[in-house]
């Protein structure tokens, strides 16, 4: 068995397989996407920067007049999103082909300095017109980038941003609704990934502000960005 073990790709001789799995590393960003939207819907007018679906929703409601939003900063969101999104296909275009874990690497360690840039803002300037602006330009640009990559990688059931279908397949293929219920645990995971970042997100920005859960945002990713594998 250890002789097996040893001569394994997966394990030993493969670089492809060195460090998190994705399903690891995608809900750590799942739980980083609840923290950047409690900071942006708690803290920046009601907007989102990592759930697009939602934002569209309150592009809306900003638009009818409703108490509370701001069509500049949802537009400000769902631009910067669709321009990252943009980048991220480009950057698959020209790392997909190589390495899966450096192509992942390198677009989590953008993110991460991205996230790092946004939390300097807001230390430095916190309550100005412009940190918020620049805020939701840089988290949702960071977000779109992600958001591409994670959509070309294709792991199953772990978008990181939105659960609508997550739920949806929770649900559907659960023994309850006649399905198998194979693939429960990780979507299940990737709810409470959710939960919990947008849980700590909440209380962290109703106590302490913005900058503290943009810092740890941008930490966990960089731990994730130099620990990530290539392998689901």
Do not use: C
Request: hydrophobic share 50%.
């Amino acid at each position: 068995m250890s002789e097996q073990s040893s001569t394994d790709p997966k394990t030993a001789g493969d670089p492809e397989a060195r460090g998190l799995r994705l399903v690891v590393v995608l809900l750590g960003l799942t739980v980083v996407s609840g923290l950047i939207d409690a900071v942006s819907y708690l803290g920046l007018e009601h907007v989102f920067t990592a759930n697009m679906t939602g934002n569209v929703v309150v592009l809306g409601f900003a638009a009818a007049g409703a108490p509370g939003f701001s069509v500049p900063h949802t537009l400000t969101s769902l631009g910067s999103f669709v321009v990252g999104a943009a980048a991220g296909g480009r950057g698959a275009v020209r790392l997909g082909g190589g390495s899966r874990r450096t192509w992942v690497r390198l677009t989590l360690a953008a993110e991460a300095v991205l996230l790092g840039i946004s939390a300097v803002v807001a230390f430095a300037a916190p309550g100005a017109t412009a940190t918020a602006y620049t805020l939701i330009a840089v988290t949702a640009f960071a977000m779109g980038l992600r958001n591409a990559t994670v959509r070309k990688l294709g792991v199953p059931d772990l978008t990181t941003t939105v659960l609508t279908m997550t739920l949806t397949g929770l649900a559907a293929d659960s023994r309850a609704g006649g399905g198998p219920g194979t693939r429960s645990p990780r979507r299940t995971a990737s709810v409470i990934a959710m939960v919990a970042g947008a849980t700590l997100g909440a209380w962290l920005v109703l106590h302490h502000g913005l900058g503290i859960p943009l810092a740890i945002s941008a930490g966990l990713v960089a731990v994730l960005a130099v620990t990530a594998s290539g392998r689901e």
